[in-house]
């Protein structure tokens, strides 16, 4: 029986979101579900569903979300896995408890190059869009990293860590500022992000709070 990974959290978790099951080991516990084996590309709203798996597990507790695709053959595996990374999971989740995610994004015009021809299953193409997003981070340009440098400056005090990243989308290029903050400063967070004026002709948006995936990585 194949099992695919929501997160991981620590072992003394008592409960899980319906339609899942915890696996301990190691003073871990990996979230999973029982899955059949296919080879179909993944639908949108199967992409949907996990990721509200992955948030009501984040309501609940300290969580390393995973990113969707994350599937072992079975439950030996999944063990193996959790003793083959004890050390970086447990350091990870010793940062997150009562911790979560906000997201700055910045559009505005794109610079010069050729924008990436993605997949034509809406799936397919999610997925090929998160690789691209990955593969472009820190590729920030002058005028891109001093608009970063000033948000981050007016946010200080909101936020232990961050992140950063630039990728095309469209005929438009954006900029993305991650920022993992608590769980009860989310409300100042969203007061000083209100602050921010973006360049003429940009367009900003404040999302979460969300599971805490640009704060902790998964082991490859």
């Known amino acids: 029986m194949r099992y695919v990974l929501y997160g991981i959290v620590g072992q003394d978790s008592a409960e899980c979101p ?17 899955v059949e084996e296919t080879s179909s ?8 569903a996990y990721e ?12 390393i979300p995973l990113q969707y695709g994350c599937v072992m053959e079975n439950q030996s595996a999944v063990v193996r896995h959790l003793e083959d990374h004890r050390q970086e999971y447990g350091a990870q989740l010793a940062r997150l408890p009562g911790m979560t995610e906000m997201g700055i994004r910045v559009l505005w015009p794109a610079r010069a190059g050729a924008v990436p021809d993605f997949p034509a299953s809406p799936g397919a193409r999610y997925l090929a869009s998160l690789r691209h997003r990955y593969h472009s981070a820190n590729a920030l340009d002058g005028e891109e990293g001093q608009l970063a440098d000033r948000i981050i400056g007016l946010l200080s005090g909101c936020f232990t860590e961050q992140r950063r990243e630039v990728a095309s989308s469209g005929q438009r290029r954006l900029l993305s500022l991650y920022f993992l903050t608590s769980k009860t400063g989310v409300e100042r967070f969203r007061s000083k992000a209100r602050q921010i004026r973006p360049p003429s002709g940009a367009k900003l948006l404040l999302s979460g709070p969300w599971p805490p995936y640009n704060f902790a ?3 490859e």
Not at 21 to 33: D, I, M
Not at 41 to 48: A, G, I, N, Q
């Open 52 to 63: 509200r798996v992955v948030e009501a597990i984040h309501a609940r507790r300290a969580v």
């Open 18 to 34: 319906p339609g899942t099951s915890l696996l301990p080991a190691h003073g871990l516990a990996a979230v999973v579900s029982a």
């Open 217 to 219: 990585g998964s082991p």
């Open 41 to 48: 590309p993944p639908t949108v709203s199967s992409l949907l």
